[in-house]
């Protein structure tokens, strides 16, 4: 499917920064003595704009816990995370929330949707509340791609798990935030609906320099980002660019052979 040509609007700032969101020798410790875990062991990593990244590893490697520090959703132990020119570390709690706001859009496996709000006002929320209204002609085209045109007015709970999450999606891309971070975003979705959102995340890459992060399982869903991350446990241990689902699987069924202690 191509949108390309029905992209209308002007892109996501392009006056920022080149790196969108960058992490050095970040690590993320969890717990104290028997139970300590260390989720994350110094990872620099960097998020270039208008590229897409894709996170694998296996269960437990630290893939939801970078992109929880990243996004300024959770405290680090040690080093560094920034978002744009901006060190997370300096900001207070309410100078947090307004960047994650007006800068960061999530599409997380808890879609995080208010029950008492209808599809359309979930979706404009995060606008709504900075006080920006929304691009209509985006809108809609976000609207129309995720196919959630007949049931704007529905509430969550009479929607389809699959419909809540591109009601997430929707709300993500619909402000235009300078980096979305995503998690598994498209697991509740058959394959085709999957391809035709991971097509359109693509497509808001190439057309409006949209930066993404996706944590993802899925070695065909990897397959729709430039570049691959490989985490584990707590260290990214290689990367690939332009990956192919068959690449990205060879490369995870090492992990399988060698265990979780590669
Ligand atoms: N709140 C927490 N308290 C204690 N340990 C945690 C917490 N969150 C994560 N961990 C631990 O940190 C490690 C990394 O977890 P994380 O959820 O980042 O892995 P993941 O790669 O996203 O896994 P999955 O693919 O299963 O979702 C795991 O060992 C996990 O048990």
């Not at 006056?15 to 969101?21: D, E, F, I, K």
């Not at 993320?28 to 028997?34: E, I, L, P, T």
């Not at 995060?126 to 809609?140: F, S, T, V, Y």
Request: glycine letters at 10%; charged letters at 20%.
């Amino acid at each position: 499917m191509s949108h390309a040509a029905a992209f209308p609007t002007t892109p996501v700032g392009t006056s920022g920064p080149a790196v969108a969101a960058r992490a050095t020798g970040l690590s993320k410790v969890y717990g104290q003595g028997d139970t300590r875990v260390t989720a994350l062991d110094s990872v620099s990593v960097e998020f270039r704009r208008a590229e897409f990244t894709a996170i694998m590893g296996p269960s437990g490697s630290g893939k939801s816990t970078l992109m929880h520090c990243m996004a300024g959703l959770d405290t680090i132990s040690s080093g560094s995370t920034q978002i744009g020119d901006v060190e997370l570390g300096s900001l207070g709690d309410r100078q947090l929330t307004r960047l994650r706001r007006d800068r960061i859009g999530f599409i997380f496996q808890a879609f995080n949707l208010l029950p008492t709000l209808t599809a359309l006002e979930n979706i404009t929320l995060p606008m709504d509340i900075a006080g920006r209204k929304p691009d209509q002609q985006w809108l809609e085209m976000v609207v129309g791609t995720v196919g959630l045109s007949g049931r704007l007015s529905h509430r969550p709970s009479q929607l389809s798990g699959g419909q809540q999450q591109r009601v997430a999606v929707a709300r993500a891309l619909t402000a235009k935030p300078e980096i979305i971070f995503a998690d598994e975003p498209t697991g509740n979705l058959d394959s085709r609906s999957g391809a035709e959102l991971l097509g359109f995340l693509r497509e808001s890459v190439q057309a409006l320099q949209q930066t993404i992060v996706m944590v993802t399982h899925d070695p065909v869903a990897a397959s729709y980002a430039d570049r691959v991350i490989f985490l584990a446990d707590g260290r990214i241990v290689d990367e690939m660019r332009e990956p192919t689902a068959d690449a990205v699987l060879d490369r995870m069924k090492r992990f399988d052979a060698k265990g979780r202690t590669s």
